[in-house]
């Protein structure tokens, strides 16, 4: 019982961030009905900012660990905004009104250029970081505690909290209407004022930044990064947006969530070298059964 349990909160955490990723493949797709593959590079350069930040503030001797991390924080989703602003502005709106195949390259060659510009500035080699936050509750004692660190205390409570904040800016506020209303029609959306550009120029800026948040969780929870992380885990954090229903917040928390667990108790009772294939036919078996996801609904188009 106790390994179970703490399979289950390792789960729950490697879920959550692969949820923060998925919720940028989600809003795109929902916006621009295409799928952002360059959104796991983004992600990459999220964890490698975190990384020069914490760098950067250990030289200047900012060592009190909340100050530290609030502006740790700040720097990634600021600076990685920009790159999923540049993003949008680069690879999807000059081929706006292009066939979806060129967009579809043109982003997976976003998503190669940003692996290689990251190799070339960082190095390829694996970059460290001391543990910053260590630490941890035991829950249970026994022939296996269960220990909750500090560490995924802190992922789980900030993806339940970015989660709640932006499911109500997309319902409640001026922004998300936009958002919705683009999603149902870019052209009607013009016509009664909307701002098109600017409306997905922000759902890029919004996802990228989640998508840092997610860098920066990585980075503390597993302490190394290199340039190549970006490619896996927003291969799995896409799986996570269709499984849970592409176009759906809550959606694609749901479905990171399962492929973490997923993948965490499958490494746990079976063999590690197939999690990623557990994973995968989570995906093929939903698709099979529901086309749509677990959360998504059908799309009727009205004639």
Known sequence: MEYFLQQLINGLTLGAIYGLIAIGYTMVYGIIGMINFAHGEIYM?????????FLVLGILGITWL?????????AAMVFTAFYGWTLERIAYR?????????????????????????????????????????????????????????I????IATTVVLMA?????????????AQRACQQDQTMSALVGINVDRTISMTFVIGA??????????????????????????????????????GSLPGAMLGGLLIGLIEVFWSAYFTIEYKDVAAFSILILVLMFRPTGLLGKPEIEKV
């Open 209 to 246: 930044t989640l998508a840092a948040v997610a860098g920066m969780m990585v980075t503390l929870y597993y302490g190394v990064i290199d340039f190549f992380i970006g490619f896996l885990a927003g291969i799995k954090a896409f799986t996570a947006a269709v499984v849970g229903g592409i």
């Open 45 to 53: 350069i999220g964890a490698f900012i975190a990384l020069i930040a």
């Open 152 to 155: 995924q205390m802190m992922i």
């Open 66 to 74: 909340p100050l530290a991390l609030l502006l740790v924080l700040l």
């Open 165 to 177: 904040i932006f499911s109500l800016i997309i319902a409640k506020t001026a922004m998300g209407r």
């Open 94 to 150: 000059p081929l706006r009104g292009s066939p979806r195949l060129a967009a579809l390259i043109s982003a997976i060659g976003m998503s190669i250029f940003l692996q290689n510009y990251v190799q070339l500035l960082q190095g390829a080699r694996v970059k460290p970081l001391q543990p910053v936050i260590p630490g941890g509750v035991v829950l249970m004692e026994g022939a296996i505690s269960v220990r909750f660190n500090y």
